[in-house]
């Protein structure tokens, strides 16, 4: 997410420790008494779960939010998946805003750089996406509270339509119905309103900034192009696999119309990329569905949201760059335009690192867990998959994870939402020291 | 494996199409009634797939090599073993003197630099690798002979020493015993030849080359240098891997010593790089094992020997290039050498296609096949590396795929042997024209 110069060190060290300050704060909020509800117990693991998940906006749980959870805990969830999920931009421009007053010009650059600031100008631009991003939750709010104040009483449907469409927004997957939106899978209405929820709060700060200054600009950012596409293709592509994969939910037989089975296929196709609220339990989908929402998942969203996963805009560019060298060309281009090279390089080196982890990770659980006797690897993959992508549907193994394999997830989770280059550069804690020599080219042979 | 300059696509054609006749050829002498026990009928399907699955040297098989197979049939899939394993240097050889001798000085650059040849001298080094290889092949015949002899007899005894040195050596994977070397289990000095056997024929051509030419040059190639100790560095960790999550071989009680407990993880960490010799059903690995071996299927084994998957280089390469952006190096080192940059992208661009050449098999296979209720998922997946690796371990299903999965199982055996770059190469049949001008450069968001 951090375009990188000399200077690099300084922007993702303070947002991985941001992060991490903010999970601390959720965790010890969460273990007060008066968060979780009379006669129940939260455990240090359990807050601390809950807390990464919300913070990386993720939605694998350990306890049933609406049971365990007092009001006040579920407000101090609703209150971390807005920080971990809008509060990103915010906490990025307070930064950015807070620096500039004092620090020297060469480090504002850094950060006018670091969120794609083109002109100081633009943090007005950015001042106004995260207006925009509330007005959408108000409204979403309202729209929601339309349905759920008939179905749930004035005040706690209120704080169901907030609470829900914070979690939509901000792709944070959690839900206090205790099976997600199962009970609204023959609602188009609610389905519909959750769909443009989930979608607007998915398209990222860029796209964002980019939509809004069109009237002014008439340019799209190739980033922005790349994305929309992406997301189209992938999009359409998930609906048409899901049709076929899953026999146009055939699962629900006469419970329900075909009409409503399109309209579930397409939320299917939506949740997944980083979403996570679903209409019915995804143990019942077929093994080809499992395996491709297990890709969605890995691909996650668009870079600059609330989204995990390596990205649209990697896989996008990756694929360009795969046919580009296929047929000989030399540069990947897209709508007259050719991508930098160093972010070809960057974003084949984010997917193998990415599918290092993941294979590490999933190694380590299958041989420390104890798994379900059947499709074990399967639920293993799944999990993974679901915490890195951020996306947080689950095959129902979470809660049953032990101590080694909760930090996992949660490792998972965090570097999902971070970012692996922004973790891995606080961690490497680099120097930027290039040698003066450079040692003989030489080549090998490659597959 | 084939490096590409300006007149790049002469070489991977005549490599696809030489295999493809080699396979068409081997189906044909497959289908004569000589080549199938007395009452039994061959379909054309287990020919074709059967001839596929031996030249790519994977292993894989729908009907049992030993019943099945008349001793015409098992010779025909030894000579096809031969020639897709050893042969294909052989192949490669004689093309090159075949055309040296007919075109131009360019072309004939070229096909040195297909096989990696810095000059006309070294053609006299392939020629020893071949003599050396059958002179390998002839040793571990006797070495085999000398245990095979005693235990089968005179005649059967030689031919199995013959048929399994090549299996071996070619790393082919077939045998003739129908549960391949599981009878050998506790049997150190048949598992030592066959080790010794496979790792000979796993360094491919250039690591050979090198070896026999270090006396004189004193010098490594970088290729056989990150070969090496790619190799060593994964050998070496997929012991201890094995070692952990199968316990020691624990499902074997009383029926196993400790020492060989010990022989036989070594000889699973050897065998699914492409080998696919096994001493015990991979259907009693954990769950942790399999992921590993998958893993370990789908990296394979050196270019230019007869390994699939996306090779040794391949991942040594791409491991060093991440690390080397971590920690904020321009250049990925070996060995006071630095790889050239195509190299990396080739790489890359290698992996990214590899996965999802991968990503579609297991989503059509999946959809399409009747598969086991439990696990189908993993079999599934294991049942694609296992192709696109060459390795030809199985966990049952092969025989049980219909007419669509066996094409798609063959094809992965194909892109697996003949390499993923050769074959799109043919495919895509593209001019290598360069655009005169070049868009605008612009750079987008990754990860
Ligand atoms: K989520
Ligand atoms: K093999």
Redesign the pocket.
């Given at each position: 997410m951090i375009e990188i110069n000399k200077h690099r060190y300084s922007f993702p060290k303070l947002l991985t420790f941001g992060f991490i300050m903010v999970i601390a704060i959720g965790t010890l909020l969460l273990l007060l008494p008066m968060a979780t509800r009379p006669g129940l117990h939260t455990s240090f693991m359990t807050a601390f779960f809950t807390s990464t998940s919300a913070t990386c906006?993720?939605?694998l749980t350990l306890v049933d939010t609406a049971t365990h959870w007092a009001p006040f805990g579920q407000l101090v969830i609703a209150v971390l998946m807005e920080v971990g999920g809008l509060g990103f931009m915010t906490f990025a421009v307070m930064t950015s805003l807070l620096i500039r007053r004092q620090l020297k010009m060469s480090t504002r650059f850094l950060v006018q750089e670091s969120l794609n600031l083109d002109n100081v100008s633009q943090i007005q631009v950015v001042t106004l996406i995260i207006k925009l991003s509330i007005l959408i939750q108000l409204l979403g709010t309202g729209l929601l509270y339309l349905d759920f104040g008939r179905r749930y009483g004035w005040w706690h449907g209120l704080w169901l339509s907030l609470f829900h469409s914070i979690s939509a927004f901000c792709?944070?997957?959690f839900d206090l119905f205790g099976n997600s939106l199962a009970n609204f899978k023959n609602d188009p209405y609610l389905l519909t309103v959750f769909a443009i929820l989930i979608i607007a709060g998915s398209f990222g700060f860029l796209v964002w900034q980019d939509i809004l200054q069109y009237r002014k600009v008439h340019r799209m950012s190739l980033h922005t192009n790349l994305a929309l596409r992406t997301g189209a293709i992938i999009m359409a592509l998930s609906v048409i696999v899901y049709l076929l994969t899953e026999r146009n939910l055939s699962q629900f037989h006469d419970e329900m119309s075909w009409g409503m089975r399109l309209i579930n296929s397409i939320f299917m196709a939506i949740t997944p990329r980083?979403?996570?609220l679903t209409t019915f339990s995804y143990t019942e989908l077929s093994a080809a569905g499992l395996s491709y929402t297990i890709l969605l998942m890995f691909i996650g969203g668009t870079p600059g949201s609330t989204a995990g996963g390596i990205k649209t805009t990697t896989i996008g560019l990756l694929t360009l760059q795969a046919i580009a060298t296929l047929r000989g060309h030399r540069d990947p281009t897209l709508a007259h335009r050719r991508f930098r090279q160093d972010n070809v390089f960057r974003a084949l080196t984010l997917l193998f690192v990415a599918l290092a982890i993941i294979a590490i990770a999933i190694l380590i659980l299958a041989e420390t867990q104890d798994l379900p006797k059947h499709n074990s690897l399967t639920y293993v993959t799944f999990e993974v998959m679901a915490a890195f992508g951020?996306?947080?549907i689950s095959l129902g193994i979470t809660a049953k994870l032990n101590l080694l394999g909760k930090l996992i997830i949660m490792a998972l989770m965090f570097i999902g939402r971070v970012g692996i280059y922004t973790v891995m550069f606080s961690i490497f804690n680099a120097q930027p020291k290039q040698p003066s020599y450079r040692y003989p080219e030489e080549g090998v042979l490659i597959g």
């Open positions: 906006v993720t939605g792709n944070a997957g980083t979403a996570g951020t996306t947080g």
